[in-house]
């Protein structure tokens, strides 16, 4: 499928978590039966007015299992405007984690919508709950690697609904610099699908700052740069670490709270987002409805605070605008992160607090693009 089958017309690709359903890997490290919903369902407020535990709500507490609850995910994301999912990928030399989900869509031809993969290609770490040192699998990269990972992507890279951008399939990596030799890497991948009939590959990367994940994208032959929303280095000053708040703090006018984990406005960084010079590179934009993993992280953690969906709407529609103006017609392509990372306080997925209201801005921001361009 290509990105936009109408040139004219926006694409809205939302990232999507698999990890909502257990896995013998996730049962040895973090307990039988886990799923990002224990994390989710475990978050208690750490303040008053804290929007924690957020709680599904029109979805419910899925199992990504279950071809019903795909559809479901499908059936609302197309309702609202958004255009396709990107689902994260995870391979650890030759081992794939979480694949089912995905796997299935592939093999039963449903839910029919349009998809992609990024590759999540860090190590896996006991990040969530702050311990980042202690890896429970590590990236091993290796030539005869490339070769075997490019090749169980062929069958997605055929699928007629996998994303296609200039009219070729579309494959993330999440930190291209963490590969040894990525130039390498990214010829290796390209030849082999010339070589097996997919033909050329759209091959990005997701970026964490202006100038991108630590490499410029024509150094080492990718086509395309996104950014990763919230862009922490657009964060702005963290809130309650003056001296007048520590002191509140010390005479409880303040909840401790505020001492104990990173507070930004949402707004703010939406702002310095925005301000961003234009690269010299191609870039596809990326917002975010927010973002809240407290409860992942019982210290430590990142809040983003004031935001809206009044908010979130004003930065989806200066995406798009921007993406107007600045790429052709054939990448009228915005990312959203994410669809369901619920335990990052980060999804479009309806919850029990605002029920539609983040979709809903989608679908507001969309139109009036498509007014715009009309």
């Not at 919230?230 to 809130?239: I, K, S, T, V, Y």
Request: hydrophobic content about 40%; charged content about 20%; aromatic content about 12%.
């Amino acid at each position: 499928m290509n990105a936009n089958p109408d040139p004219h017309e926006p694409l809205l690709i939302s990232i999507v978590l698999p990890q909502f359903h257990p896995i013998p890997e996730n049962d040895a490290w973090w307990g039988t039966g886990f799923t990002e919903w224990r994390n989710v369902a475990k978050a208690r407020p750490l303040f008053k007015g804290h929007h924690q535990p957020q709680l599904p709500a029109d979805l419910g507490f899925y199992d990504l299992r279950l071809p019903q609850a795909r559809a479901a995910q499908a059936a609302l994301a197309r309702q609202y405007g958004i255009g396709g999912f990107c689902y994260y990928h995870y391979w650890f030399n030759g081992r794939r984690l979480l694949e089912q989900p995905v796997e299935a869509v592939r093999s039963s031809g449903e839910p029919d919508f349009p998809y992609c993969l990024a590759w999540a290609n860090e190590n896996w770490t006991r990040a969530w709950n702050g311990r980042d040192r202690e890896v429970l699998m590590a990236q091993q990269y290796s030539a005869e690697d490339d070769e075997a990972h490019l090749r169980t992507l062929l069958p997605h890279f055929r699928d007629p609904r996998y994303i296609r951008i200039d009219g070729k399939p579309l494959f993330i990596v999440y930190k291209a610099d963490q590969l040894p030799d990525p130039q390498a890497t990214f010829g290796r991948w390209r030849e082999i699908a010339r070589r097996e009939g997919v033909g050329e590959l759209t091959l990005a990367q997701f970026e964490w700052s202006g100038a991108g994940s630590g490499t410029h994208i024509r150094d080492v032959g990718l086509d395309l740069s996104i950014e990763f929303a919230p862009d922490w280095r657009q964060l702005g000053g963290r809130h309650f670490t003056g001296w007048k708040s520590k002191l509140a703090m010390q005479l409880g006018l303040l909840p401790k709270a505020y001492g104990q984990h990173h507070f930004y406005d949402y707004q703010r960084m939406v702002d310095r987002v925005l301000a961003k010079p234009v690269p010299d590179y191609p870039l596809l934009r990326c917002v975010s409805p927010g973002f809240d993993n407290s409860a992942r992280r019982p210290q430590g953690a990142t809040i983003l605070m004031n935001n809206t969906p009044q908010a979130y709407q004003r930065w989806l529609e200066a995406a798009l605008d921007w993406t107007r103006q600045h790429q052709p017609a054939q990448r009228q392509v915005v990312f959203i992160n994410a669809w369901n990372e619920w335990a990052e306080g980060n999804h479009l997925e309806p919850d029990l607090r605002d029920g539609h209201a983040y979709l809903q801005a989608t679908l507001n921001a969309l139109e009036r693009a498509r007014s715009a361009i009309g």
